[in-house]
């Protein structure tokens, strides 16, 4: 059955502490490994695009790698901006996507 | 507007009751999907269309949801006899027809419905 899981389900962080996301997947039929950004009271925020191991993607302080059977989303001196909840999801070859249930950041000044 | 548009922002019924809510993509999105969130959890998958035909629906929980896009632009998606269950945020979201494929996906800010 196709499973996505992500750690740790909440996180705080003071401004400029480093650290990482964790998301875990099995799923028959990859077609893309994806990380969102939702913001209270919105949708998700596409975010990146993961189709290979080894891969890697940055956009400003985040980092998201992919292994054959886990993601990370590095973040790197994180601002009060970057609190939101981040959201892993997988794409099968049928189309739709399976979301992980999210990891809650909390950046503190 | 440019972005996805789900009308109504809210929508509070009572048990039993039938509801509908609406979906406007962006113009020119082939692909539209229909995701349930509950409080504290990730979207879940109800229903993906391709143009007007339902090409996963899947997610669909049982009977009693059924989703429309007739022309291939806005979707409605419809509740038969709610149930307090049902009580979640009902995004929707559009992407160009590759989007399947490269997993960006355009959502909107979600209908959140209530049944007491």
């Given at each position: 059955e196709d499973q996505v899981t992500q750690s740790p389900e909440a996180l705080r962080l003071q401004e400029g502490e480093s650290s990482s996301l964790n998301c875990s997947y099995t799923v028959s039929g990859l077609r893309g490994l994806f990380w969102y950004r939702q913001d209270p009271g919105k949708g998700p925020e596409f975010l990146f695009t993961l189709y290979s191991a080894g891969e890697e993607k940055e956009k400003e302080r985040l980092k998201a790698t992919l292994t054959k059977k886990e993601s990370f989303l590095h973040i790197t001196a994180?601002?009060?901006?970057?609190s939101a909840t981040y959201l892993c999801a997988v794409g099968r070859n049928t189309g739709k996507l399976i979301f992980g249930q999210g990891t809650t950041l909390q950046v503190k000044p | 507007g440019a972005g996805v548009s789900q009308t109504p922002s809210n929508k509070v019924t009572e048990k039993g009751k039938y509801v509908e809510l609406r979906c406007d993509p962006i113009s020119g999105h082939t692909a539209l999907y229909w995701y349930r969130q509950s409080l504290g959890q990730g979207p879940e998958f109800l229903i993906y269309f391709q143009g007007t035909g339902a090409?996963?629906?899947?997610?669909?929980?049982?009977?009693?949801f059924f989703a429309v896009r007739p022309e291939g632009s806005v979707s409605t998606l419809k509740i038969q006899r709610?149930?307090?269950?049902?009580s979640a945020v009902y995004l929707c979201a559009s992407s160009p027809n590759r989007g399947a494929n490269t997993g960006e996906l355009f959502f909107g800010e979600g209908s959140r419905l209530t049944v007491l």
């Amino acid at each position: 059955e196709d499973q996505v899981t992500q750690s740790p389900e909440a996180l705080r962080l003071q401004e400029g502490e480093s650290s990482s996301l964790n998301c875990s997947y099995t799923v028959s039929g990859l077609r893309g490994l994806f990380w969102y950004r939702q913001d209270p009271g919105k949708g998700p925020e596409f975010l990146f695009t993961l189709y290979s191991a080894g891969e890697e993607k940055e956009k400003e302080r985040l980092k998201a790698t992919l292994t054959k059977k886990e993601s990370f989303l590095h973040i790197t001196a994180p601002k009060p901006e970057d609190s939101a909840t981040y959201l892993c999801a997988v794409g099968r070859n049928t189309g739709k996507l399976i979301f992980g249930q999210g990891t809650t950041l909390q950046v503190k000044p | 507007g440019a972005g996805v548009s789900q009308t109504p922002s809210n929508k509070v019924t009572e048990k039993g009751k039938y509801v509908e809510l609406r979906c406007d993509p962006i113009s020119g999105h082939t692909a539209l999907y229909w995701y349930r969130q509950s409080l504290g959890q990730g979207p879940e998958f109800l229903i993906y269309f391709q143009g007007t035909g339902a090409a996963d629906d899947s997610g669909l929980p049982n009977d009693r949801f059924f989703a429309v896009r007739p022309e291939g632009s806005v979707s409605t998606l419809k509740i038969q006899r709610t149930e307090r269950g049902d009580s979640a945020v009902y995004l929707c979201a559009s992407s160009p027809n590759r989007g399947a494929n490269t997993g960006e996906l355009f959502f909107g800010e979600g209908s959140r419905l209530t049944v007491l």
